[in-house]
């Protein structure tokens, strides 16, 4: 599913100018100098959080025990729900209180106040996306005690912070005292962030992708030009002015749940998958997921076990919200992918050039709501902006005689990303997992589910609003183009017991063929699943049992269908003419014949393969795509391309579309093979893909003087590339891995004890803390840890205990 393009300022530029600045805003403490360089390991030491001995803690009402495991997993004990909660807020702020900082402030719309004006856009823009409806209903769209749990949650995050300065305390984080600022006070609604949701609740960037390649070349051409499934052509509306669309219009609107400051891959991709005890070692589900998201320090995912009266759930989750979003309890497991549901439009509003103010309905002119509101800028003086609302929705850009107005599923009530897991926390079997389902609003998923009674099922949910037009282009907004409600839950594809024996998903199109609702038509490209369908269904049919291990093979499964299809032209190109190639390149196509298709990093064959794949992009996007369309459209996906090179047509490659397909495969192989042996010699035994295709975890503020030694780690060689199970997505010219599973979890539902995970580079966002890169090592090895769950393999397990006391 694709996401806003994250153009936006270096984040370590703006946190360094910020610190730099003479004078801090209003809303910001006065910044003291950062630290010289040989200071900064002994500082980040010294202010690391206790995590063993006792703590007597303002607001508990009983006494909870911490034990951290050897892995940095804190397993909270407490004796009642409000405790388990309060102590799951102290505790993640131990580990991650400046990331959590920054994704607040993200959402409330302002990062001004510490960085200064170059974040004043993104200000506006997350202000424009704040929820603005009925607290009330949105509190009463999540569990019944959502509210409840969010007030012992924030309040344990801010008696962590009134500590920090208290004599005898630690005092600031490291990362604090170098960005100039200290971290405010939390109130539950700070957890009901939009911005997190924006880039995965659908397609307002595509809808203007879309009008910008309708206005360079017609809509047929343009809908030729994009893969939309089920097949529909794109449905401009009679005298829309396209002029001037594109998504740079939105490069502002930035979603605050990836790493600010870095451009990242356009898509959010996962895997998942839940194999019943037929074909199990165990007799029971085996349950696997790994969520593919921006690799950074500190990881996206935070991994809680929490027990309490009606509590005793582990997994992961974001580290600014409470509960788990991806886990087990003691009765059921759960993971989960994106759904490509379209949960976006865009209206263009036409306005009164008299009145930019006043903008056309059906029933004559509307007049805009206004909202002013004062942005205050660290280093500058406070900006006062308005914010404009149509009847649709808040107005992300706008001209002399049009506005863009977002109508979005985030304003509806119940659609902070992943709160829906409250009820899921606690589900005991599918019953009520269905009855969770309807809370799960954002972002939409495809969640795989297993029980220990030996269940398998999926539930692709989500807030799926109901149109009459395909949703594919932005939309006039005078009355012609309205929603008229949403999908009931229960009608969006879900399975249970399956005749497979399995479930998978993988961003891939999950609705059947004859789906009568028209809920999205652009998913992620099929190759993950169907190789995760290949390997499920040989185990199946060979009477193979599938263990634990089998799960971890698979989420590091690197085998290229691409890369396979490819292989079986080339072959066929070769054997029919076999003196297009001459030496060096003819040896080249051996070396990708005799190859087993799989990415590994240290393999010469993958090295070459990618530098194929990409001549073969750059070679065969100009034949299908108009010039006047190619800056905007760009190149082609690998996957596209491979299905344009299988079927050949004469559009594309001349009047004998077989031997112009050869020849461009020739072509682009010879061309491959220069650019690697330019870069790593014409040795091709000295070829390694891993060299070039490296994963390094960068922290915002490694920019300061001796703070990359500090922050960063990496880089590690990576096997894969995006299209494999073990995505290890990057985007071009850069080979560097940018995306992909920084947490894995496999359940076993025989025993809970037996399950692995990994969360990298560490749980820890202290560099000063032992678990701020312990788990980056195993990651880079495709290996995991055990995730202990019962009180005796945690006791056993367990190497630091924190009481907290009241």
């Not at 703006?14 to 610190?19: F, G």
């Not at 009008?211 to 939309?228: I, M, P, R």
Request: proline share 7%.
């Amino acid at each position: 599913m694709k996401a806003a393009a994250a153009a936006f300022s270096a984040l370590l530029g703006m946190l360094l100018l910020a610190a730099a600045s003479a004078a801090a805003s209003a809303a910001a403490d006065e910044p003291a100098a950062p630290p010289p360089a040989q200071d900064l390991r002994v500082r980040a030491a010294s202010a690391v959080a206790d995590i063993q001995g006792t703590v007597r803690v303002a607001g508990l009402r009983a006494a909870v025990t911490v034990r951290r495991d050897r892995w940095g997993v804190p397993h909270i004990y407490a004796k009642n729900q409000h405790d388990l909660f309060f102590a799951q807020g102290l505790v993640v702020a131990q580990d991650r209180l400046f990331q959590m900082e920054l994704w607040k402030r993200s959402g409330q719309g302002r990062l001004a106040e510490i960085l200064g004006p170059p974040a004043i856009e993104r200000d506006i823009n997350a202000r424009r996306l704040r929820y603005r409806g009925d607290p009330d209903a949105e509190f009463e769209s999540y569990a019944p005690d959502t509210r409840q749990i969010l007030e012992a949650f924030t309040s344990g995050i801010n008696a962590y912070i009134d500590a920090l300065d208290r004599p005898g305390g630690r005092g600031m984080p490291i990362e604090f005292r170098i960005a100039g600022f200290k971290p405010e006070h939390w109130k539950p609604e700070d957890c009901l962030n939009r911005m997190a949701a924006f880039s995965m609740t659908g397609n307002a960037v595509s809808e203007l992708a879309h009008a910008e390649l309708l206005a360079l070349v017609g809509k047929d051409a343009a809908t030729a030009l994009f893969g939309f499934d089920p097949a529909v052509a794109l449905d401009p509306a009679p005298g829309v002015d396209w002029s001037g669309l594109s998504p740079g219009l939105l490069d502002h609107v930035v979603s605050s749940d990836r790493r600010i400051e870095f451009p990242t891959a356009a898509l959010q991709e996962s895997n998942n998958w839940t194999v019943s005890g037929a074909i199990t070692a165990s007799g029971k589900p085996l349950l696997a997921n790994d969520p593919h998201r921006v690799i950074a320090e500190p990881s996206l995912r935070y991994i809680v076990h929490l027990v309490a009266p009606g509590w005793d759930v582990i997994g992961a989750g974001e580290p600014g919200l409470p509960g788990v979003a991806a886990g087990h309890n003691a009765h059921i497991a759960w993971g989960f992918t994106i759904f490509g549901l379209d949960q976006q439009d865009l209206y263009l509003e036409t306005l009164d050039p008299a009145d930019p103010l006043r903008y056309a309905t059906a029933d004559g002119w509307a007049r805009m709501r206004v909202s002013t509101e004062t942005i205050r800028v660290r280093g500058g003086a406070p900006v006062e902006v308005q914010l404009k609302f149509s009847r649709h929705g808040p107005v992300l850009w706008e001209d002399r005689t049009r506005a863009l107005a977002l109508r979005w599923v985030g304003a509806e009530p119940g659609t902070a990303g992943y709160l829906g897991s409250l009820s899921l926390d606690r589900a005991r079997n599918w019953r009520e997992f269905e009855q969770a389902m309807p809370r799960w609003k954002v972002p939409s998923e495809n969640i795989v589910y297993a029980d220990r009674d030996g269940n398998i099922g999926e539930h692709s949910t989500g807030l799926a609003p109901l149109r009459n037009w395909t949703g594919l282009l932005p939309v006039p907004g005078d009355g012609g183009y309205e929603w008229s409600g949403f999908l009931p839950n229960a009608e969006l594809p879900h399975s249970y017991n399956p005749s497979s024996g399995f479930l998978a998903t993988a961003n891939q199109k999950t609705i059947p063929e004859d789906f009568k609702y028209a809920v999205g038509f652009e998913w992620g490209p099929p190759m993950r699943y169907l190789r995760i369908k290949e390997v499920l269904e040989s185990a199946r049919s060979s009477g193979k049992k599938l263990r634990v291990e089998d799960m971890e093979a698979l989420q590091s499964d690197v085998v290229s269908l691409l890369a396979r299809d490819l292989q079986v032209l080339l072959k066929r190109a070769m054997a029919q003419a076999p003196d297009a190639l001459q030496e060096p390149d003819r040896s080249a196509g051996r070396l990708l014949l005799d190859w087993d298709d799989a990415l590994h990093a240290e393999s010469a064959a993958a090295a070459l393969f990618e530098f194929w794949g990409a001549e073969l992009r750059r070679a065969v996007t100009p034949r299908v795509v108009a010039a006047q369309a190619q800056k905007a459209m760009g190149i082609l996906e690998l996957s596209r391309v491979v299905s344009l090179v299988s079927h050949p047509d004469a559009a594309a490659f001349g009047a004998d579309p077989g031997r112009g397909r050869d020849a461009v495969l020739f072509d682009s192989l010879r061309a491959a093979r220069q650019k690697l042996a330019a870069v790593q010699g014409p040795d091709m035994a000295l070829w390694n893909w891993g060299k070039l295709h490296q994963a390094a975890f960068r922290h915002p503020l490694d920019g300061a003087p001796g703070a990359a030694a500090l922050f960063d780690r990496g880089p590690v060689e990576r096997s894969g590339d995006g299209d494999v199970v073990q995505a290890t997505g990057f985007t071009e010219p850069s080979l560097a891995q940018d995306s992909g599973a920084s947490y894995r979890e496999i359940f076993d539902l025989a025993d809970w004890d037996r399950s692995v995970a990994i969360n990298v580079p560490g749980q820890s966002g202290q560099p000063g803390s032992k678990h701020y890169d312990d788990l980056l090592p195993l990651w880079s090895h495709g290996q995991y840890f055990p995730l202990k769950y019962s009180a005796a393999a945690v006791n056993a397990a367990t190497a630091d205990v924190l009481e907290l006391l009241p």
